[in-house]
């Protein structure tokens, strides 16, 4: 008796891991949207999707607290990141914003553009190389953390472009 029950919890707990194990990871879902995974930073907890028209999702990701990446620039993540993401672009994008001279600029859309990502800050377009964007950034509580001590960028310099 022991032993069919014994079995029986290892059968369950097999097919718990096995149907836990299916569901994909945000990085795996902006991937299959043409985005690199680095556009995200290490602290996601959670997220969830809802189909929209023409295949693409609003999405919502959730981070532990919000927090600052430093990539060509420095980008402040609120704990909560929503938006519409379709083949190569992410619009009504919320909870994300760039440094520009002494002023944090709402990034309002991302867009794949060949080997650059395309950042719509207002009535500013900014383009940044994907490579920047490959691996999943660490995620740092305070600005000056994120910041990489050894460049000799300032971090409010931001190569602007109107459009």
């Given at each position: 008796?022991?032993?069919?029950?014994?079995s029986?919890?290892l059968v369950?707990?097999?097919?718990?891991t096995?149907?836990?194990?299916?569901?994909?990871?945000v990085?795996?879902?902006v991937?299959?949207?043409?985005f690199?995974s680095?556009?995200l930073?290490?602290?996601?907890?959670?997220?969830?999707?809802?189909?929209?028209d023409?295949g693409a999702?609003?999405f919502?990701?959730?981070l532990?607290?919000?927090c600052?990446?430093k990539?060509?620039?420095?980008v402040?993540?609120?704990?909560?990141?929503?938006?519409?993401?379709?083949?190569?672009?992410i619009?009504?994008?919320k909870?994300?914003k760039?440094?520009s001279?002494?002023?944090?600029?709402?990034?309002?859309?991302?867009k794949?553009?060949g080997?650059?990502l395309?950042?719509?800050l207002g009535?500013?377009?900014?383009?940044?190389?994907?490579?920047?964007?490959?691996?999943?950034?660490?995620?740092?509580?305070?600005?000056?953390?994120?910041?990489d001590q050894?460049t000799?960028?300032?971090?409010?310099?931001?190569?602007?472009?109107?459009?």
């Open positions: 008796m022991a032993s069919s029950q014994m029986l919890l369950a707990l097999l097919a718990l096995a149907s836990t194990s299916a569901i994909p990871t990085y795996d879902f991937n299959q949207f043409g690199p680095g556009v930073p290490d602290s996601v907890e959670s997220y969830s999707t809802t189909p929209s023409g999702y609003t919502a990701v959730y532990k607290k919000p600052y990446v990539y060509d620039y420095l402040h993540f609120e704990s909560e990141i929503t938006g519409k993401i379709s083949n190569g672009q619009t009504e994008l909870g994300l760039a440094q001279l002494w002023f944090w600029l709402s990034i309002d859309q991302i794949v553009d080997s650059s395309q950042f719509t009535l500013l377009s900014v383009k940044s190389d994907i490579s920047f964007f490959e691996a999943i950034p660490t995620c740092k509580d305070k600005a000056l953390a994120a910041c050894s000799n960028k300032l971090i409010s310099q931001l190569p602007l472009k109107l459009e």
